[in-house]
């Protein structure tokens, strides 16, 4: 036997034979020779009779059963009501040659078929045997990557990695040649090279080499870089009614930089974000430059013209690289917009909220709501001023807010000031705020208290999904304090941390860890607001008592401790691609002494998820050991 190449210049690619279930792909009833080409009524009238019922048996090893079955026109047509003996005989004399062609797309080139109709039973069976043999392996890779060395000698370039691209070829010498892995390699290597710096660039060769005596086949693939591009100046459409720097401010590209999808990605998420755009697209404006210009006008070719036969001359691009225009296009978001909800939660009760948003008062976004919950009561307002150049995100506001939790009654009023900066895998956040809080414990005399708190907060992520985290982990840690005896009745320093962890467990399981620590000092308690004090229990809590049930008894009442530590352990099983059923275990307690918080009190019990639009669902039943009852729970998604 000798070679089989294929091969096809100039991008397209053409990896095998076309099977026969390909060149039949528009013809969606079989048909034999003395049907073809008559008018429909009378192919209609002369199969009348009741169509030929008939099972196929696929004998392969490993996945080829399921491929076949799958691309076989025989199981294609089975149970159509034209099919009768003479075209079941028709399909069986082609299925040797689609079988073939069919496993050669999984790298075997020398199968033995065999086809045969057993109708021994009620109705035909349809028996295809086949032997693979031995399976075709990559025997030597070339890589022919043209252009990366061109270095325009006008403009600073530093040298592309060509080494590390080559690396990066999925296909390694001594694996099973398959035809979706050829493809996708191909696919893979192309995006690798036009996400950056060379978004022009293309295939210009691809080459299959098989020789079925060796079951060997060699590879070659030949890869032209396109010119180097660069970005230039940012262009902005579709902005009226908002401030300019909302857009120029969260730009992170220079001009000069080097092309990067990645980059653009980054930017046009970033403007999204912000709430004042409906849409958002950002690109690099390729038509701003001709084909003339890039492959003519900045090509030139060093030295005589090569002899007749010899391979052409790299081109050499001269002068600087080409810039390509920044443009951000914008739909605007309306500026003004009222919303109300109603909901029901597990800790707090039901819930009516009612939203006011403006974004654009005095340069600023306005955001307001008020929210009237069973056990809460709160109003905010706040602005946020647009990002600045370095990143930073500002905003002030204020705040009141009822609660009344465990016969605990507290009244705070707040007026704060935040700084946010960072990216969302590493968040941080600056707080002053002064508080103004009346607290009334039932049995006890009302107090009051104020303090000027600053708060420093820090959270780390590194999850595979931001909505449906199956592993990776959240660490949140804040420490902070009123230290100055200035508006401030009781000086204290806090530090809190939180973290969740997620770790897939067989196929369909997942663990999730929780913990959470705090700590609080100062001379008194008393005079600390009680939003600075530590409680447990509940939905993101200990499962199986009520909303910050856990704390320190007072009066009649239960209140915040100086400590805290909670953990938790679940595992979830996915039975259903959107449904899960989970088992926990939780422990953890609040005390005014160390020893009181790592005396936890446990829940445990069970539970379902489902994955909604907008995050997980979360509905469980847990155990109070300590108070001996069941309590529902219901929640969405994790609260950091």
Not at 120 to 131: L, M, Y
Not at 453 to 472: Q, V
Not at 604 to 626: C, E, F, M, T, W
């Amino acid at each position: 036997m000798g070679q089989l190449t294929l091969a096809v210049a100039g991008g397209a690619i053409l990896m095998f034979p076309m099977s026969y279930a390909q060149a039949q792909t528009a013809q969606e009833t079989p048909a034999d020779d003395a049907t073809a080409g008559q008018p429909a009524a009378e192919v209609a009238a002369e199969t009348t009779a009741p169509a030929l019922q008939y099972d196929v048996k696929v004998n392969a090893p490993g996945d080829l059963d399921e491929l076949l079955e799958k691309n076989l026109e025989l199981e294609r047509f089975r149970g159509n009501p034209r099919m009768d003996r003479e075209q079941l005989q028709r399909l069986v004399r082609d299925a040797p040659e689609q079988v073939k062609n069919l496993v050669a797309t999984a790298g075997f080139y020398t199968p033995t078929v065999k086809v045969r109709v057993d109708t021994t039973g009620s109705k035909p069976v349809v028996i295809v045997d086949v032997e693979p043999g031995q399976p075709v392996t990559i025997d030597k890779v070339e890589l022919e990557l043209r252009g990366f060395d061109s270095t325009p000698p006008l403009a600073a370039s530093e040298p592309y990695d060509t080494e590390a691209l080559k690396r990066s070829w999925a296909l390694k010498t001594g694996e099973v040649f398959r035809q979706s892995d050829w493809e996708s390699a191909k696919r893979a290597l192309l995006r690798e090279v036009v996400q950056t710096r060379y978004p022009r660039a293309q295939l210009l060769d691809t080459q299959a080499v098989v020789d079925p005596d060796t079951h060997k086949v060699s590879l070659l693939v030949v890869l032209d870089s396109g010119p180097e591009l660069r970005f230039g100046e940012l262009r902005i459409e579709g902005l009226k009614r908002y401030p300019e720097n909302i857009i120029t401010n969260l730009n992170k590209i220079h001009a000069g930089d080097y092309y990067s999808e990645t980059a653009l990605q980054a930017y046009q998420a970033a403007l999204q974000d912000t709430g004042y755009f409906a849409s958002v697209e950002v690109s690099a404006d390729m038509s701003s430059i001709l084909s003339e210009q890039i492959e003519a006008g900045q090509a030139s070719q060093e030295g005589a013209e090569a002899p007749a036969g010899a391979p052409a001359a790299k081109p050499v691009y001269r002068g600087p690289a080409p810039q390509l225009p920044l443009v951000v296009r914008v739909t605007e978001n309306k500026q003004q917009n009222v919303s109300a909800g109603i909901g029901f939660s597990t800790n707090t009760g039901n819930r009516v909220q009612l939203n006011y948003d403006n974004l654009n008062v005095w340069g600023t976004r306005f955001k307001s709501a008020i929210t009237m919950e069973t056990k809460k009561q709160a109003a905010h307002t706040n602005f946020y001023l647009p990002t600045t150049a370095r990143g930073y995100s500002d905003s002030v506001g204020a705040s009141f807010e009822r609660s009344d939790i465990s016969n605990e009654i507290t009244a705070v009023s707040a007026i704060s000031a935040k700084r946010n900066w960072g990216g969302t895998n590493l968040e941080r956040s600056l707080t002053f705020e002064f508080l103004k809080e009346d607290k009334t414990v039932v049995g006890l005399e009302q107090t009051r208290s104020k303090s000027l708190p600053l708060t420093y907060s820090i959270t780390k992520r590194d999850l595979d999904s931001l909505l449906f985290p199956t592993r990776g982990y959240v660490i949140n840690a804040q420490v902070g304090g009123a230290l100055l005896p200035v508006l401030t009745d009781e000086r204290f320093v806090r530090v809190a941390a939180k973290t969740v962890w997620y770790r897939p467990l067989g196929e369909k399981g997942e663990v999730i860890l929780r913990g959470e620590m705090g700590a609080l000092g100062s001379k008194d308690k008393k005079g600390v607001p009680a939003v600075y004090l530590f409680r447990a229990g509940g939905d993101q809590s200990v499962r199986g008592y009520a909303y910050q049930e856990l704390g320190v008894k007072e009066g009649d009442a239960t209140v915040g401790g100086r400590y805290m530590a909670t953990a938790s352990a679940e595992y979830q099983y996915w039975f259903l691609p959107k449904w899960a059923i989970a088992t926990f275990y939780d422990a953890g307690n609040s005390a005014d002494t160390v020893k009181g918080a790592l005396t936890p009190k446990s829940g445990y019990g069970l539970g379902g998820r489902y994955k909604s639009p907008v995050g997980p669902i979360n509905v469980d039943v847990a155990y109070g050991h300590a108070v001996h009852a069941y309590r529902l729970h219901f929640s969405l998604g994790f609260t950091f």
